[in-house]
């Protein structure tokens, strides 16, 4: 069975940091591009970033961009999502996902993590 587990996140104040955690099992995700994506109570998936795995290209939200660095150790099958400078807008449900993504869209998914909660106090 393949599974994406996410771990990391917790609740901490405006200006802090968290590092989210992805790590596969079941399979290999390193032909996957993999990204990340987030779901404030009554809002749509949203996307946050992903990492490409021809090339590692990346690509963030506007939101995030010059916040949040995601990487992947392809050696020890985990992507993770580095955010800093949190602030209470960034409060959500962090999704890992893997697929193949042209326009960051969460439809373009193919596997799923459980999500893991982030709040941040202001």
């Known amino acids: 069975q393949v599974q994406l587990v996410e771990s990391g996140g917790g609740l901490v104040q405006a200006g802090d940091s968290l590092r989210l955690s992805c790590a596969p099992s079941g399979r290999t995700f390193m032909m996957y591009d993999m990204g990340w994506f987030r779901q404030a109570p009554g809002k749509e998936h949203e996307f946050v970033s992903v990492?490409?795995?021809?090339?590692?290209?990346?690509d963030y939200a506007e939101s995030v961009k010059g916040r949040f660095t995601i990487s992947r150790d392809d050696a020890n099958n985990t992507v993770y999502l580095q955010m800093n400078s949190l602030k209470p807008e960034d409060t959500a449900v962090y999704y890992c996902?893997?697929?193949?993504?042209?326009?960051?869209?969460?439809?373009?998914?193919?596997?799923w993590g459980q999500g893991t909660q982030v709040t941040v106090s202001s």
């Open positions: 990492i490409r795995w021809a090339g590692g290209s990346t």
């Open positions: 996902a893997a697929g193949y993504y042209r326009r960051n869209n969460p439809d373009e998914s193919t596997y």
